[in-house]
Protein backbone atom coordinates (compact mmCIF):
# COMPACT_ATOMS: atom_id res chain seq x y z
CA UNK A 1 0.00 0.00 0.00
CA UNK A 2 3.35 2.40 -0.50
CA UNK A 3 2.63 5.59 -2.28
CA UNK A 4 -1.46 5.28 -1.51
CA UNK A 5 -3.45 8.53 -0.25
CA UNK A 6 -6.95 9.48 0.32
CA UNK A 7 -9.04 9.98 -2.93
CA UNK A 8 -11.14 12.86 -3.19
CA UNK A 9 -14.98 12.32 -2.29
CA UNK A 10 -17.23 14.54 -3.96
CA UNK A 11 -20.65 15.14 -3.26
CA UNK A 12 -22.52 13.84 -5.31
CA UNK A 13 -20.49 10.47 -5.00
CA UNK A 14 -22.54 10.98 -1.20
CA UNK A 15 -25.81 11.63 -2.77
CA UNK A 16 -26.18 8.99 -5.22
CA UNK A 17 -24.64 6.40 -2.80
CA UNK A 18 -26.80 3.52 -1.51
CA UNK A 19 -24.88 3.62 1.88
CA UNK A 20 -21.95 6.39 3.28
CA UNK A 21 -19.96 4.59 5.46
CA UNK A 22 -17.15 7.13 7.56
CA UNK A 23 -13.91 5.58 8.37
CA UNK A 24 -12.75 7.48 10.89
CA UNK A 25 -11.77 11.33 9.68
CA UNK A 26 -12.77 14.41 11.59
CA UNK A 27 -13.65 17.54 9.70
CA UNK A 28 -15.39 18.41 6.50
CA UNK A 29 -13.01 19.44 4.60
CA UNK A 30 -11.41 16.23 4.92
CA UNK A 31 -14.20 13.81 4.78
CA UNK A 32 -18.03 15.62 3.71
CA UNK A 33 -19.06 12.16 4.33
CA UNK A 34 -19.18 12.84 8.25
CA UNK A 35 -22.04 15.47 8.06
CA UNK A 36 -24.15 13.47 6.26
CA UNK A 37 -27.73 12.06 8.04
CA UNK A 38 -27.68 8.08 8.32
CA UNK A 39 -23.97 7.91 7.91
CA UNK A 40 -22.61 4.62 9.42
CA UNK A 41 -19.09 5.20 11.42
CA UNK A 42 -16.32 2.50 11.27
CA UNK A 43 -13.60 5.04 13.47
CA UNK A 44 -11.04 3.04 11.97
CA UNK A 45 -7.72 4.92 13.06
CA UNK A 46 -5.65 6.09 10.79
CA UNK A 47 -3.04 3.74 9.26
CA UNK A 48 -0.32 6.40 9.00
CA UNK A 49 2.76 6.37 10.89
CA UNK A 50 1.90 3.05 12.27
CA UNK A 51 3.77 -0.32 13.08
CA UNK A 52 3.38 -3.02 10.41
CA UNK A 53 1.46 -5.10 12.85
CA UNK A 54 -0.76 -2.24 14.10
CA UNK A 55 -1.70 -1.76 10.01
CA UNK A 56 -2.77 -5.52 9.39
CA UNK A 57 -5.17 -4.98 12.77
CA UNK A 58 -6.64 -2.04 11.08
CA UNK A 59 -7.04 -3.79 7.43
CA UNK A 60 -8.35 -6.84 9.22
CA UNK A 61 -11.17 -4.16 11.29
CA UNK A 62 -11.91 -2.78 7.59
CA UNK A 63 -12.27 -6.50 6.24
CA UNK A 64 -14.54 -7.32 9.36
CA UNK A 65 -16.74 -4.11 8.83
CA UNK A 66 -17.00 -5.18 4.94
CA UNK A 67 -18.08 -8.36 5.56
CA UNK A 68 -20.62 -6.95 8.36
CA UNK A 69 -21.85 -4.27 5.70
CA UNK A 70 -22.28 -7.07 3.22
CA UNK A 71 -24.42 -9.36 5.28
CA UNK A 72 -26.06 -6.23 6.81
CA UNK A 73 -27.56 -5.08 3.63
CA UNK A 74 -28.03 -8.98 2.00
CA UNK A 75 -30.79 -8.92 5.33
CA UNK A 76 -32.32 -5.49 4.37
CA UNK A 77 -33.51 -6.40 0.71
Do not use: H, Y
Request: proline share 5%.
Amino acid sequence: MENQSPKILFDSMITNSFKTVNMGCMDKESCPALFVKDVIDWNIPDPKEKTIEQVREIRDQIKSEVLSLITSINNER
